[in-house]
């Protein structure tokens, strides 16, 4: 078995990138390679060119931390149809591949915690699969940079409430706040509240357009 499928294989089964660490591959210019080949087939578009010439310019680039995000973008848009793929391939990026590339390269390099780059992937999926254009998925992706990742989280909670209030018993004030100040929840109104201390009270909060978005693509397994 070649070394992206052991690599991919073994992320997928405990979804833990520390577990890359245990196989214990030499990361060769071999290995770059074949993922950089099946990040071309996913996105239809010669993202290993990019790449590879930076690569090959600057080896700082080339580092642990980029290598696993890689890998984690491409387990998140790897299950992308050929419909949709060549579809949003010649309405976004035809013409514009090495454009598109780099900034693929440039918003993963730029993420905190390197579980965001597996997010990014399947973000990249929906808005192909729902013909979104390409600054759309930037768009939604930068908001993902901005967000604490652990705090995306707390969006399972509006899955079975359509608000929640300021004041409540499962999502801390703090990061009520920071969901909203990052886009991905917005006021719905307010309420007082009732007779007793414990009641929920204040802001009413649900999920925006965004939060929705990321709510659809976001699974328990990958926290």
Known sequence: MCEIEMLKNHVEKKNDVQSL???DIDLTDKVIEQLMENLGMC???PIVRVFSTIHKTGKSFYDYKMYVRLLNFY???KDISKEKRDKF???NVFNKEEKIGYRIIQL???QDVDEKALLIGKLYVYCAEKEYDIKSFFRI???VQKCYFD???YLFFWESKETICAKNKNVPQEIMESLYSNGL???RGYDGGGFSEEDDEGVEYALSKYGQIILSVINEDLF
Do not use: A, H
Request: charged letters at 35%.
């Open 108 to 110: 993963l390099e730029s």
């Open 141 to 143: 992706s930068q908001i």
């Open 75 to 77: 387990l998140g848009c």
């Open 21 to 23: 660490r245990d196989l």
């Open 89 to 91: 391939y010649k309405k």
């Open 43 to 45: 996105l239809n578009f």
């Open 185 to 187: 929840l917005s006021e």
């Open 151 to 153: 705090d995306l989280e």
